[in-house]
């Protein structure tokens, strides 16, 4: 008879909160990590929160950077009693990653991969790598990570370790439990081991090895195997059960996994050091075929016959998602593409070839005809446009958040899961449910493939009869799902949003085995306590609450899409995370080059959220006086990628001109403030005697001190003033051409007209060869820009107002205004609508106010001369953000160019590269894509950027290469055109004309910026 083997009592209520002294647990960890260790309010604001609806502000943050600097971390927390906390990508639906703790951020630098066996299909990796960065790593063995969630640009594998994350490609390669091998993992009290399958001649070696190790197998398996037929008859045989501990990896006759066991323990039982996963062969084609049904319930009655074909992914759409995603502007080329349906199946095939996958998505189409399940059917299998429809699809949270029109939603119940083969009847019963609450709002779609269905409800969160209801509903919820034999969670983990319910699913035997594995890793409760086992209520620690009481001050800016309240513009950041990504648009640069959760967009919300207040434990008390928000917003570019970028549309840049303009009200501001923040006026005055203020700012003695006085980085030079403004030249020229087309204002911006007006003489000449009458305006004017971006919001409405006064009656005329700078145009269509919400003749300047591309292209009859070859062009971050690049890409290609378009931002943005302290963020968010593109490129080839900043960048640099206006492209190859000139006479190759001579013209035009005189110019 076997020995009894004593196992410890389970966890079932969470101790009281350790005391901990604060500052000597803060001296230790500075003093033996090797890592960023952070106590100050900056930080443990920013990591308040994750991407639930709970807050817990942590003792403080620790970055290491290395695996065995976070094993020192934990070892001196345990010295101190002090709670541990992991945290990834920070986008975990069920506030695993908030705690009042030591939060260990593992995604700056133990994002290493530290080897890969393509032969055994495996490889090591460190936590913190994120999955599309891995998968990239992989490429060149033609092998990838298979678990795809839809955060996969941000999301860290130890994240997805943590939670047991699938995402729509677990339909084919399972869940992250079912792709890991080993684990190297830490307990609390300092035991380290690799984990995995342990058949009975390894177990015995471990036992025979004693110590710890051998404790917790020994005890594991005494306590899984105690109750053994009681966890098989609770846990449901399905796809997607990610609620609970995986005990049943622990189970008799099995491999008993512990690596496996741990996934999804959410670091309530170890940490996770590295990982050995298995990997898949990466799908070499695939096609993509979307299938209409009646609606969303019809739509998964027809799931079982089509996982039959054994897709790659097979998700479940529904029209409210498609509507929200209308009346939100997301994905319209994609949403025009669905099939005739209410409610549509998305479903993908992977093989070797496109042949065969074709084939193997043609014969699900023939299956499904003339059955019951037989649908409205689009196919494609080109990669651009597949690319859009899952994004379509990946956008269902942003979608469903903040609609016009509707309540809030929220998390809470967004990824239950049940049988695929009763998912119908499930669908049916849950929208139900959610009218019978008054939720009949929200959208049903998800994994459906699997079961798995995502939501977003309209819970309220605010009163104290919201959260009764709240509550209430997730208990029947949690009732109903059960019923199906499903499992609370199929994907996002339990944390504190599902650890209370977890008894109604597993019963009190099952829920005091939990607790025993709580015990036997982690007694004392310090790891990531209140999760899962021992939970906090569902109505605890929430973001908002009925205490939730935040300041909701008077604001310079309208915010007319968030009820005019500074406070609801804030909120509209639900920490999805997509600001961490690494590539990909252009939010968000500063994330980008430093890595820091506070220099990211939803960093920056979450201080400027706890800035407001609300709660009394906000680590940032002081308001608008706030430092640690000024220093999260100083590496702020102000791009707007953010506005565009962001599913929720955060602007960050808008958020932080009105910081500024609070935080410095009636105090000195910094010197670059004045200087650059003023260039406009100094502009103004120095076109007075432009040579004079040359020799000074770029003289051996005063540069250095000019640079000094105006804060200005001494790695900067200062640009050159023309010898003569463009608008001066212009006025003495006057119109020419028959302006058969009528009127244009061109706008002669600041940067255009003082340091680079021979692109002001280009436009005229495009626009005057396409029959328009050029006019400028009759004194200087300015749209703001400069004081905007610093903050003096003040004067920039007083420069915008008499701006507006100047040109109304061009605007009631109805008469274009075509900006050159898009960082102008930017001010025109959005921000002076911001400061002038109910002005009807700001309304028309930002209707009226045309990008030189947006002008020609919409102009009967226009067609561009022919310029050929090729091109890097860089889109000025507002161009991507406010503007859109698409109408520029499209001439250019009706021109005949081979257009690359770089992604990202080019990191001067305006003042902030140039601001002393700046310069090395700066260059680093320029040699993320701009500056490897740019010396990639081809002697021949283009280099096109409208912005001046832009092109400054690119010059300071080093990159041997003047970047042109498209103006000045144009503006060469239409005087080819009207010269008569052979298309393609300047390029050996035939494919170009003269658009490179606008090369030589920048080149000739002189250090001043003077354009070369042309037509009597």
């Known amino acids: 008879?076997?020995?009894?083997?004593?196992?410890?009592?389970?966890?079932?209520?969470?101790?009281?909160?350790?005391?901990?002294?604060?500052?000597?647990?803060?001296?230790?960890?500075?003093?033996?990590?090797?890592?960023e260790v952070r106590f100050d309010p900056g930080s443990r604001g920013a990591y308040s929160t994750d991407g639930s609806n709970y807050r817990q502000v942590p003792l403080g943050v620790v970055v290491p950077r290395t695996v065995e600097a976070a094993a020192e971390a934990i070892a001196v927390c345990r010295e101190h009693g002090a709670p541990v906390t992991s945290r990834g990508g920070g986008t975990s639906l069920a506030g695993q990653t908030c705690n009042v703790a030591v939060v260990i951020d593992w995604s700056k630098y133990c994002d290493r991969l530290v080897s890969v066996d393509a032969g055994a299909r495996t490889c090591v990796v460190e936590p913190g790598i994120v999955l599309d960065v891995l998968n990239a790593r992989l490429a060149p063995t033609g092998l990838m990570f298979g678990p795809r969630p839809s955060t996969h640009s941000q999301c860290t594998l130890g994240g997805m370790i943590g939670n047991n994350s699938c995402g729509s490609t677990a339909q084919a390669y399972g869940k992250t439990a079912d792709n890991?091998?080993?684990?190297?993992?830490?307990?609390?009290?300092?035991?380290?081991?690799?984990?995995?399958?342990?058949?009975?001649?390894?177990?015995?070696?471990?036992?025979?090895?004693?110590?710890?190790?051998?404790?917790?197998?020994?005890?594991?398996?005494?306590?899984?195997?105690?109750?053994?037929?009681?966890?098989?008859?609770?846990?449901?045989?399905?796809?997607?059960?990610?609620?609970?501990?995986?005990?049943?990896?622990?189970?008799?006759?099995?491999?008993?996994?512990?690596?496996?066991?741990?996934?999804?323990?959410?670091?309530?039982?170890?940490?996770?050091?590295?990982?050995?996963?298995?990997?898949?062969?990466?799908?070499?084609?695939?096609?993509?075929?979307?299938?209409?049904?009646?609606?969303?319930?019809?739509?998964?009655?027809?799931?079982?016959?089509?996982?039959?074909?054994?897709?790659?992914?097979?998700?479940?759409?529904?029209?409210?998602?498609?509507?929200?995603?209308?009346r939100k502007g997301m994905h319209p080329d994609a949403v025009k593409r669905l099939p005739e349906g209410g409610g549509w199946l998305m479903v993908s095939f992977g093989a070797g070839s496109q042949r065969e996958a074709d084939e193997r998505a043609r014969a699900l189409t023939d299956d499904l005809g003339g059955t019951e399940h037989e649908p409205h059917v689009a196919f494609f299998d080109d990669e651009r446009t597949e690319k859009q429809l899952w994004e379509l699809r990946e956008s269902g949270l942003g979608a469903t958040a903040r609609v016009p029109g509707m309540h809030e939603t929220w998390e809470g119940w967004e990824d239950s899961a049940v049988p695929p083969e009763r998912l119908g009847g499930y669908l049916r019963d849950l929208r139900g449910l959610l009218e019978e609450y008054g939720y009949g709002a929200a959208s049903l779609y998800g994994h459906f493939g699997q079961g798995c269905v995502h939501t977003r409800i309209p819970f309220d969160l605010v009163t104290a009869d919201g959260i009764a209801a709240f509550t209430s509903f997730l208990g029947r919820a949690a009732d109903l799902v059960v019923s199906y034999g499903g499992s609370l969670s199929g994907e996002h983990g339990d944390g504190q949003a599902r650890g209370w319910l977890l008894p109604r699913m597993f019963g009190?035997?099952?829920?005091?085995?939990?607790?025993?594995?709580?015990?036997?890793?982690?007694?004392?409760?310090?790891?990531?306590?209140?999760?899962?086992?021992?939970?906090?209520?569902?109505?605890?620690?929430?973001?908002?609450?009925?205490?939730?009481?935040?300041?909701?001050?008077?604001?310079?800016?309208?915010?007319?899409?968030?009820?005019?309240?500074?406070?609801?513009?804030?909120?509209?950041?639900?920490?999805?995370?997509?600001?961490?990504?690494?590539?990909?648009?252009?939010?968000?640069?500063?994330?980008?080059?430093?890595?820091?959760?506070?220099h990211s967009t939803r960093g920056r919300a979450r201080l400027l959220f706890?800035?407001?207040?609300?709660?009394?434990?906000?680590?940032?008390?002081?308001?608008?006086?706030?430092?640690?928000?000024?220093?999260?917003?100083?590496?702020?570019?102000?791009?707007?990628?953010?506005?565009?970028?962001?599913?929720?549309?955060?602007?960050?840049?808008?958020?932080?001109?009105?910081?500024?303009?609070?935080?410095?009200?009636?105090?000195?501001?910094?010197?670059?403030?004045?200087?650059?923040?003023?260039?406009?006026?100094?502009?103004?005055?120095?076109?007075?005697?432009?040579?004079?203020?040359?020799?000074?700012?770029?003289?051996?003695?005063?540069?250095?001190?000019?640079?000094?006085?105006?804060?200005v980085d001494p790695a900067r030079s200062l640009p050159v003033f023309a010898g003569a403004r463009f608008s001066d030249r212009y006025r003495r020229r006057g119109p020419r051409g028959s302006g058969e087309r009528g009127p244009v204002l061109l706008w002669p911006d600041t940067f255009t007209d003082n340091f680079a007006p021979r692109i002001g003489h280009a436009a005229v000449d495009v626009l005057e060869e396409a029959g328009y009458r050029v006019l400028v305006p009759p004194r200087t004017l300015c749209c703001g820009l400069t004081w905007i971006s610093t903050g003096q919001l003040g004067v920039a409405r007083r420069v915008l107002r008499r701006t507006v006064r100047a040109l109304t009656p061009l605007l009631r005329r109805g008469v274009p205004i075509v900006a050159l700078e898009p960082s102008c145009a930017s001010v025109f269509r959005d921000d002076a609508a911001g400061l002038f919400p109910h002005d009807r003749d700001v309304s028309r300047l930002a209707e009226q106010t045309r990008t030189l591309a947006e002008l020609l292209t919409g102009t009967e009859g226009w067609e561009p001369p022919r310029i050929g070859g090729t091109a890097v062009s860089q889109p000025h971050c507002h161009h991507h953000s406010v503007l859109g690049y698409d109408t520029d890409r499209r001439l250019l290609e009706r021109a005949g160019v081979r257009l690359d378009v770089v992604g990202g931002c080019c990191g001067l943005a305006g003042d902030f590269g140039f601001t002393a302290g700046h310069h090395e963020?700066?260059?680093?968010?320029?040699?993320?894509?701009?500056?490897?593109?740019?010396?990639?490129?081809?002697?021949?080839?283009?280099?096109?950027?409208?912005?001046?900043?832009?092109?400054?960048?690119?010059?300071?640099?080093?990159?041997?290469?003047?970047?042109?206006?498209?103006?000045?492209?144009?503006?060469?190859?239409?005087?080819?055109?009207?010269?008569?000139?052979?298309?393609g006479a300047?390029?050996?190759?035939?494919?170009?004309?003269?658009?490179?001579?606008?090369?030589?013209?920048?080149?000739?035009?002189?250090?001043?910026?003077?354009?070369?005189v042309r037509d009597g110019r």
């Open 1 to 35: 008879m076997s020995p009894v083997v004593p196992v410890p009592a389970p966890v079932t209520a969470r101790p009281a909160q350790p005391y901990v002294r604060v500052r000597d647990l803060e001296r230790d960890l500075t003093a033996r990590v090797d890592g």
């Open 986 to 1012: 300047t390029r050996a190759d035939g494919s170009g004309t003269r658009a490179d001579q606008a090369g030589a013209d920048a080149t000739r035009a002189g250090t001043d910026g003077t354009p070369p």
């Open 610 to 711: 706890e800035m407001l207040g609300g709660h009394a434990d906000s680590p940032v008390g002081d308001g608008w006086r706030s430092e640690a928000v000024r220093d999260a917003l100083d590496l702020c570019l102000a791009c707007k990628g953010c506005k565009h970028d962001c599913p929720m549309n955060v602007d960050m840049a808008t958020y932080k001109a009105e910081f500024l303009s609070h935080h410095y009200a009636r105090r000195l501001r910094p010197a670059a403030h004045y200087s650059m923040g003023w260039l406009p006026l100094w502009a103004r005055l120095a076109a007075f005697a432009p040579r004079t203020v040359n020799a000074l700012t770029h003289g051996p003695g005063t540069a250095a001190l000019l640079k000094r006085l105006g804060g």
């Open 180 to 326: 890991v091998s080993r684990l190297e993992v830490l307990t609390y009290d300092g035991t380290r081991m690799w984990v995995g399958a342990t058949d009975d001649e390894e177990y015995a070696r471990i036992l025979a090895g004693g110590g710890r190790r051998a404790e917790i197998y020994r005890e594991l398996r005494e306590i899984v195997a105690a109750d053994a037929g009681e966890i098989r008859r609770r846990f449901p045989d399905i796809p997607r059960r990610v609620s609970g501990y995986n005990i049943d990896q622990l189970l008799p006759g099995g491999d008993f996994h512990l690596a496996r066991a741990l996934v999804g323990s959410e670091g309530t039982l170890v940490a996770v050091l590295r990982a050995e996963l298995h990997l898949v062969p990466a799908p070499a084609a695939e096609s993509l075929v979307l299938l209409g049904y009646h609606d969303i319930i019809a739509a998964a009655d027809a799931v079982p016959r089509i996982a039959a074909h054994r897709p790659l992914q097979l998700e479940g759409v529904d029209d409210k998602l498609i509507d929200y995603e209308r």
């Open 921 to 983: 963020v700066s260059m680093a968010c320029a040699e993320q894509e701009l500056l490897p593109a740019v010396r990639a490129a081809g002697p021949d080839t283009l280099v096109l950027a409208d912005g001046f900043s832009c092109r400054t960048q690119l010059e300071q640099a080093g990159t041997g290469r003047r970047a042109l206006h498209l103006a000045e492209v144009l503006a060469a190859a239409g005087r080819d055109r009207a010269e008569g000139t052979r298309a």
């Open 508 to 598: 009190d035997t099952v829920m005091a085995v939990f607790g025993r594995v709580k015990a036997v890793f982690d007694p004392d409760d310090r790891m990531n306590p209140g999760k899962i086992v021992a939970p906090y209520r569902v109505d605890e620690n929430l973001r908002l609450g009925t205490g939730w009481t935040p300041a909701d001050p008077r604001v310079h800016f309208g915010y007319p899409e968030d009820d005019g309240s500074f406070q609801r513009a804030v909120m509209r950041c639900v920490g999805v995370g997509q600001c961490r990504r690494h590539d990909g648009g252009v939010m968000c640069p500063s994330y980008r080059a430093t890595r820091e959760e506070e």
